[in-house]
Nanobody, 118 residues
Framework: QVQLVESGGGLVQAGGSLRLSCAAS????????MGWVRQVPGKEREVVAA???????YYLDSVKGRFTISRDNAKSTVYLQMNSLKPEDTAVYYC????????????WGQGTQVTVSS
């Protein structure tokens, strides 16, 4: 079983920054694709960013140039640095994980709230 715990959410003003962290099960972390997924009530979930190697990443178009995903396998932790935040970034952000080759994310954290005020 993979356990994920997010932290780092909060309330910031537009243009500000936050850094989200996700601590994962150490034994399996290196074999996982890690992602950050956000959800607003009434809207579909969005995969904001994902990483499977240090240089292999994915970003949602609307966050490119503003968000950066990274991972530290030795610490079994994935990060999401969010800069130039906008009110439309307000959502619950979930850390998610899947194994290479799997079609969807099977492991989820409980989420952390990010609120960006105008």
């Amino acid at each position: 079983q993979v356990q994920l715990v997010e932290s780092g959410g909060g309330l910031v003003q537009a243009g500000g920054s936050l850094r989200l962290s996700c601590a994962a099960s150490r034994r399996s972390f290196g074999n996982l694709v890690m992602g950050w997924v956000r959800q607003v009530p009434g809207k579909e979930r969005e995969v904001v960013a994902a990483i499977w190697t240090a240089s292999s990443t994915y970003y949602l178009d609307s966050v490119k140039g503003r968000f950066t995903i990274s991972r530290d396998n030795a610490k079994s932790t994935v990060y999401l640095q969010m800069n130039s935040l906008k009110p439309e970034d307000t959502a619950v952000y979930y850390c998610a994980a899947k194994r290479m080759g799997e079609d969807r994310y099977y492991y989820w954290g409980q989420g952390t709230q990010v609120t960006v005020s105008s």
